[in-house]
Nanobody
Framework: VQLVESGGGSVQAGGSLRLSCAAS????????MGWYRQAPGDQRDLVAE???????KYEDSVKGRFTISRDNVDNAVYLEMNSLKPEDTDVYYC??????????????WGQGTQVTVSS
C-alpha cells in the first residue's frame, strides 16, 4: 500500500492550505484515514482522523480551523486547513489503517509533507 501526499507548502499566518492523500495498492477494506504531524525530535501526534463510517476526531487545537474529509471510493483523504498559525508548522503525515485481506489489519504511512506558517 502506498500513500502519496500533496498540498504542503509555506503560507503566512491566517492563510490556508489543503492537503491531499491518495492511497493505492492492496487495500481490502479501509478502517480509517487521517493526518498526523511531527516536529523534529517530537512524537507524531494526531491532527484529525475519519473512519469509513464517517466518525471524525480532531486534536483540540485545530477544532474549528481544520476540516477532514475523505473519498471512500478512491481511498483518498483531505485536510482543509484555515486560519493557520505558526505553531501549525510541522511535517504532516497521512495514515491509513485497514485490512489487506480478510484477517490482516495493518497500518500505513505516507512520506510526509512540510507545512510552514510564518508570522
Amino acid at each position: 500500500v502506498q500513500l502519496v501526499e500533496s498540498g504542503g507548502g509555506s503560507v503566512q499566518a491566517g492563510g490556508s492550505l489543503r492537503l491531499s492523500c491518495a492511497a493505492s495498492g492492496n487495500i481490502f477494506k479501509t478502517f480509517a484515514m487521517g493526518w498526523y504531524r511531527q516536529a523534529p525530535g517530537d512524537q507524531r501526534d494526531l491532527v484529525a482522523e475519519i473512519t469509513s463510517g464517517g466518525t471524525i476526531k480532531y486534536e483540540d487545537s485545530v477544532k474549528g480551523r481544520f476540516t477532514i474529509s475523505r473519498d471512500n471510493v478512491d481511498n483518498a483523504v483531505y485536510l482543509e486547513m484555515n486560519s493557520l498559525k505558526p505553531e501549525d508548522t510541522d511535517v504532516y503525515y497521512c495514515r491509513l489503517r485497514g485490512y489487506t485481506d480478510d484477517v490482516t489489519f495493518d497500518d500505513f504511512w505516507g512520506q510526509g509533507t512540510q507545512v510552514t506558517v510564518s508570522s
